[in-house]
């Protein structure tokens, strides 16, 4: 191949990478009618969806920033979803969601507290959410810290509620320590589990929606090498 001819395909590539660029979607905000048409179980399946999409990197490329100002007046979010603190769970994109579509708590361990009870009951009785979805993950550091008993200031504290599924977690089979995954797998799953059953005891709000078909309470966990949530229903 000549120069010349080199240059031109090039520059024919640099142009069809042009023409085939993503245009970002100026996504519409949800509105309060088209939430009030969601169902818990509809909802619950666009998570599922969106996660499809995060981990075939196939997520939707928004313009936020049109979208917070398209916003700025009220949001009719789709669901509540409890997150641990972690950074490594960018919880809007892992379920392929844009703004004012979902309300995220986050909070080490994802446990539950009387904050996050109020939190959940703000975003589902009063903004109309139609699922509270609680997202454990692989790896979790509050997880492993509460295995090993550690003991610092308040960390102490919001530790303390992950005993339980610590204690729900002694039929396993394996090493009882943090250093065997399973183990910590086990041991978070069961924590999921438990914060969404604190929720139904500890919320009377909450509990009443639950019984009238208002909202579902599910769970998931998070798995960092592949981006996939495995939903605990």
């Known amino acids: 191949m000549n120069k010349t001819a080199g240059q031109n395909s090039q520059t024919s590539i640099k142009k069809n990478t042009v023409t085939k660029s993503t245009v970002p979607l100026v996504e519409k905000v949800l509105t309060a009618e088209e939430q009030a048409a969601l169902t818990p179980d509809i909802v619950l399946q666009s998570l599922k969806d969106g996660n499809k999409r995060f981990m075939n990197n196939q997520i939707t490329a928004r313009d936020y920033s049109a979208m917070v100002r398209n ?78 008993d550690v003991k610092l200031g308040n960390i102490t504290k919001l530790l303390a509620k992950i005993k339980p599924a610590l204690n729900k977690s002694q039929n396993y089979k394996g090493e009882k320590t943090s250093k065997d995954k399973n183990y910590v797998d086990e041991v978070g799953y069961r924590n999921v589990r438990n914060s969404i059953e604190t929720i139904k005891t500890k919320s009377p709000v909450l509990k009443e929606m639950l019984d009238k078909n208002e909202i579902r309470i599910a769970g998931g966990y998070y798995y960092m090498e592949t981006g996939e949530v495995k939903f605990i229903e």
């Open 71 to 148: 916003s700025a007046n009220g949001q009719y979010p789709k669901a509540v979803i409890l997150s641990c603190l972690d950074s490594r769970i960018p919880v809007e994109d892992v379920f392929d969601n844009g703004i004012g579509d979902i309300f995220v708590a986050r909070v080490a361990g994802s446990i539950i507290n009387e904050d996050i009870l109020g939190s959940m009951e703000y975003g589902c009785k009063v903004s109309g959410a139609k699922l509270i979805l609680v997202l454990g993950h692989q790896s979790c550091g509050a997880i492993i810290s509460a295995i090993d």
